[in-house]
T-cell receptor
């Protein structure tokens, strides 16, 4: 009963370092998403993938890249981390595609807490 | 762009009712969701409402939707300490937008 699994759960980086957050879902969902959560700002969409092989920018894509490796996996990469990217990152998935007007319920991972010094 | 707004904090006594409010700006929104986040965890779906409904009730939860005012509320009856969490309003119709979250504190 894994659902959406994110790794790592915690990471500390120095400014300028790079890292990749991994996400995998076992529900055969079409769409996957990366959000960041900051105090007082809720969740903001970074990138999403409506289906395998496609990715699109969300509200706050600058400084990030993504890869939809296959239907199960969607990774988020920080090429040169900055202190402004200190946040909690959530991966989510949904059965319906984001372009299907109604995505249906989003299923979330437990989050990855990233600190950039 | 379109937005979803909610107040950041709410404190109630155990046994009271809690009402968490949310406003949205996208008039074409059709599916509005409430999620709950417990400390250190991801978000879990509580309930959702479709725009052709004014009210939806599920055990202790009541969702009210006023489309004219673009206002959504979540009422939790007989609030318990286990209901302490952050509650997010979300518009998953178009832009996949979440509100900032309302931190509900339940005092014994």
């Amino acid at each position: 009963n894994a659902g959406v699994t994110q790794t790592p759960k915690f990471q500390v980086l120095k400014t300028g370092q790079s890292m990749t957050l991994q996400c995998a879902q076992d529900m055969n969902h079409n769409s996957m998403y990366w959000y960041r959560q900051d105090p007082g700002m809720g969740l903001r969409l970074i990138y999403y993938s409506a289906s395998e092989g496609t990715t699109d920018k969300g509200e706050v894509p600058n400084g990030y890249n993504v890869s939809r490796l296959n239907k199960r996996e969607f990774s988020l990469r920080l090429e040169s981390a900055a202190p402004s990217q200190t946040s909690v990152y959530f991966c989510a998935s949904s059965e319906a595609g984001i372009l299907a007007y109604h995505t249906g319920e989003l299923f979330f991972g437990e989050g990855s807490r990233l600190t950039v010094l | 762009g379109e937005d979803v707004e909610q107040s950041l904090f709410l404190s109630v006594r155990e046994g009271d009712s809690s009402v968490i409010n949310c406003t949205y700006t996208d008039s074409s929104s059709t599916y509005l969701y409430w999620y709950k986040q417990e400390p250190g965890a991801g978000l879990q779906l509580l309930t959702y409402i479709f725009s052709n409904m004014d009210m939806k009730q599920d055990q202790r939860l009541t969702v009210l939707l006023n489309k004219k005012d673009k206002h959504l509320s979540l009422r939790i009856a007989d609030t318990q300490t286990g209901d302490s969490a952050i509650y997010f309003c979300a518009d998953l119709s178009n832009d996949m937008r979440f509100g900032a979250g309302t931190r509900l504190t339940v005092k014994p």
